[in-house]
């Protein structure tokens, strides 16, 4: 009889444990609110880009990212991260052109100076299908081309 209660508790556990964690974190999303929010836009030759940066109140960013090329298909999507002092790291996950099939992600980072974002180049290596600044190598803010000013948000 002993067997059958600790069988029977060991199937229900997982179901059990998952409706709490789900719960949980429905309710620290819910606590996490927007605290600020800025826009920004820059353009570079015939390439222009709009973002949006959302602070939340975990110290969280989240927000979007919109690049037009002048000669390529534009990238589109949404951006997370956080602030390390002045420079602001995010994970950029995006669609290029008109394909919502396949997204992308790539690191980006930006230093903030002046009130402005300046978006800087790195190299980026491909780990089990996600991407990372190299470790090591340093982020290059002056050979970035696109340097971001704070616009009123539509």
Same mark, same amino acid.
């Given at each position: 009889?002993?067997k059958i209660f600790f069988y029977l508790a060991l199937i ?49 960013? =989240? ?8 000669? #390529? &298909?534009? !990238? ?5 991260? %956080? $602030? ?42 491909? =780990? ?8 090591? #190598? &340093?982020? !290059? ?5 696109? %340097? $971001? ?6």
């Amino acid at each position: 009889m002993k067997k059958i209660f600790f069988y029977l508790a060991l199937i229900t556990f997982p179901f059990v444990y998952a409706c709490n964690s789900s719960d949980k974190k429905a309710e620290a999303a819910k606590a996490d609110s927007v605290v600020n929010q800025t826009c920004y836009a820059s353009s570079f030759e015939k390439d222009s880009a709009a973002m949006i940066v959302k602070k939340m109140s975990s110290g969280k960013v =989240t927000g979007s990212l919109l690049i037009k090329y002048g000669e #390529k &298909p534009q !990238n589109n999507g949404k951006i997370d991260g %956080t $602030f390390h002092g002045d420079t602001l790291l995010v994970d950029y996950r995006f669609n290029t052109g008109g394909d919502t099939t396949r997204a992308f992600t790539n690191p980006l980072a930006f230093l903030k100076k002046d009130g402005k974002l300046i978006m800087g180049v790195a190299q980026i290596e491909t =780990t089990l299908g996600r991407s990372y600044f190299v470790k090591g #190598k &340093p982020i !290059n803010y002056e050979a970035g081309k696109f %340097t $971001f000013e704070e616009v009123p948000c539509k």
